[in-house]
């Protein structure tokens, strides 16, 4: 019996195709553009206080611009995208063998490559239906049939649900832990009923973008218990952009049960995708452990500041281990998100109809954290 | 009628496979990895003479380390992928509107993406058989249905040949120009050629990522006379990599005859896939003129010294307009490859079984130009 499934997300509705565009397929005609990243007139990045795209809020380590500046020289070269020295020494510490490891440039743009080494047209993939919303382009890109299971009420992954949806067409489940946009990571007895519950004939995806935070916050290491407790495939995704504050670097990896699968990534992605600065910045980056430590935990005191803050404004804070908090605050997302706007400081709201109280603030820096605060007391007008 | 069509291209022999991978797409299993920019043991950048990659030999201007620097500070965020004051700069030189350009890690990054938007599985795109061989990865990934032209005996793209291939099913007709490994540009004749005879249901995709040495040598420009005298759809694709030394900052972009292609290519591509550095260095590489002339006249000149050198040789270079030159040596390529490698000196062989006589050199300074044709002399036993 199938479980019940829920959509969770549509797409919004398309401009009046001119249904002429033949040469394109089908379900690309007449898309939109989306630009998150795009800034308004007048809006100047040092004016803002951007927490909106889970950012870390501090440069990278000062290691991290030594190793840039000495890229310059070399730039008119393609670097060696498997990023041999990085890929050693993240084989060192997860045993994970070098050529089962690859590079792209942010986890963002393995992510669509992973999901097309299983999923043509009509290729059905399991998932949670509540997860961040490239996910869902992506499907629609690839035409993939996905199964998409509805989140458990507290937006927390339904596990039993969604192995339960896996059927005899099914090529790939996909996992997210810490899950954006809820910031809430599976347990280690979830992990394993995944990891156990997942047929051997099925590719196990698991995207670890905020896989430093959840560590910190002692969440079980998927990756170590993939490698002792799964007999079929997996994949592993995680990224630069957070942990290190490399958002702008672009460097993102994946490690793969097989070297199989990892060539079937590199297919579907590109040889010269990499940046000449990514391999030298992550290598710093990984030789200041204490800088990456500083970012976990500054962004742990924060993210108890955010959510302390936000119940006593009486809003619902979901239970993130992430660097962002999500929040039903008891009116629409989107107004408080323009009124936040409005003040100099940019949040996010959900994508998802049925979640249009939410709101997703990535953490900052203390002042950061005060402003938004103040803000949302003054708006929700409990100040 | 069908024209003659060679495939042209034979993908090597792929390991045994295990026909236990079901959860990967049928095409994508057992596939090697294959990594040009890898080094060997012991063979390091600075002791190598690097001419297999189509790469310039000088570093970026001055200006690009000055930006570099600057961007460091905010790279903890991510970039605005749509790159929107590097837009507005080439819409201006170009006249295409900022919404149809549209920025990737490199043009080749871009190639998968603008094909997979009009070729899913089984859909036709018409190509030239001899080009540079990602596309030949990218129709096998994208599992395309793709019709290879075979080009003329010269190695040139055979336009009449490839217009007459073009049937009822073809979403794509692909043209290079200039083509790698060939060098060739077409002429103005047979751009028009194309343009007037690829009917307006076909989507018109021109790589050009050495547009550049193909102005500077006098060839006509194909984004003009796309939109002078077009009637149908097209992309053209252009980088950063070659003419302004920036192969390692991974830019290129594409530009649309609409924003409905140009959306296409967006969603199938990623939002946070270019880097900080990328914007800041492409408008300081275009803010110095100067400089990407000096690498455009000095290519050429290097250029016409190799060209001539392997005349001397015996050799028979083709016409390239290009930073690299293909030729026929008369002894098995993968031998001169080897030989030269032993000397220090990396350059390419063509993978194209019935031109095993062939290589590829890429331009360098003229210390590397010496060394090469010195090299050859001796590996040709004419010296």
Redesign the interface.
Same mark, same amino acid.
């Not at 950012?55 to 990278?60: D, I, M, T």
């Not at 080494?117 to 047209?121: D, T, V």
């Given at each position: 019996m199938r479980p019940v499934i829920s959509p969770g997300w549509t797409r919004p509705a398309r401009p009046e195709m001119?249904g002429e565009?033949?040469?394109?397929?089908h379900h &690309?005609?007449?898309?939109? #553009?989306? #630009? %998150?990243? *795009?800034?308004s007139a007048g809006e100047h990045?040092q004016q803002v206080r951007?927490m909106d795209?889970n950012?870390? %809020?501090? $440069? $990278?380590s000062p290691k !991290?611009?030594a190793a840039?500046?000495g890229?310059?020289?070399?730039? #008119?070269?393609?670097?060696?995208? @498997?990023c041999?020295e990085l890929a050693a020494r993240l084989s060192a510490t997860t045993g994970v063998r070098v %050529?089962n490891i690859l590079f792209g $440039?942010?986890s963002?743009?393995l &992510?669509?490559c992973i999901i097309e080494?299983?999923?043509? $047209?009509g290729?059905n993939v399991v998932s949670p239906s509540l997860l961040w919303h490239?996910f869902h382009?992506i499907y629609?890109?690839l035409?993939a049939d996905a199964t998409l299971v509805a989140n458990r009420p507290d937006g927390s992954i339904d596990v039993a649900q969604l192995t339960r949806a896996i059927g005899n067409r099914t090529?790939?489940l996909v996992v997210i832990t810490p899950n954006n946009p809820t910031g809430m990571m599976l347990s280690e007895d979830e992990l394993r009923h995944v990891i156990l519950q997942t047929p051997d004939? !099925? &590719?196990l995806f698991v995207d670890e973008a905020y896989h430093e935070f959840a560590m910190h916050a002692g969440g079980p290491d998927a990756l170590r218990m993939l490698q002792r407790e799964r007999s079929g495939?997996w994949i592993v995704s995680r990224t630069f952009?957070k942990a290190y504050? &490399? *958002?702008?670097?672009?460097l993102g990896y994946a490690m793969c049960s097989? %070297?199989?699968?990892? #060539?079937?990534v590199?297919?579907? @992605?590109?040889?010269? !995708? !990499?940046? *000449?600065?990514a391999e030298a910045?992550a290598l710093a980056a990984l030789d200041d452990p204490d800088y990456s430590t500083f970012i976990v935990e500054d962004t742990a005191r924060e993210r108890s500041r955010i959510i302390e803050g936000l119940r006593a404004l009486g809003c619902e804070p979901m239970n993130s281990v992430t660097n962002f908090v999500s929040a039903d605050v008891g009116r629409p997302g989107i107004d408080v998100v323009a009124a936040m706007r409005e003040r100099g400081i940019r949040i996010a709201r959900w994508a998802y109809p049925e979640y249009g109280n939410y709101i997703r603030v990535s953490m900052g820096a203390p002042e950061d954290t005060d402003a938004f605060l103040d803000a949302l007391a003054e708006i929700l007008g409990t100040s």
């Open positions: 001119s565009a033949t040469y394109l397929r &690309l005609r007449g898309l939109d #553009n989306w #630009n %998150p990243t *795009a800034t990045l951007r795209l950012e870390c %809020p501090y $440069p $990278p !991290v611009q840039i500046e890229v310059f020289a070399r730039l #008119n070269r393609y670097a060696d995208g @498997s041999p %050529p $440039p942010g963002t743009q &992510l669509k080494i299983s999923a043509g $047209p290729d490239r382009g629609e890109a035409e090529r790939m004939n !099925v &590719l495939p952009s504050a &490399l *958002a702008g670097l672009r097989s %070297p199989e699968i990892a #060539n079937a590199r297919l579907m @992605s590109s040889t010269f !995708v !990499v940046s *000449a600065f910045a």
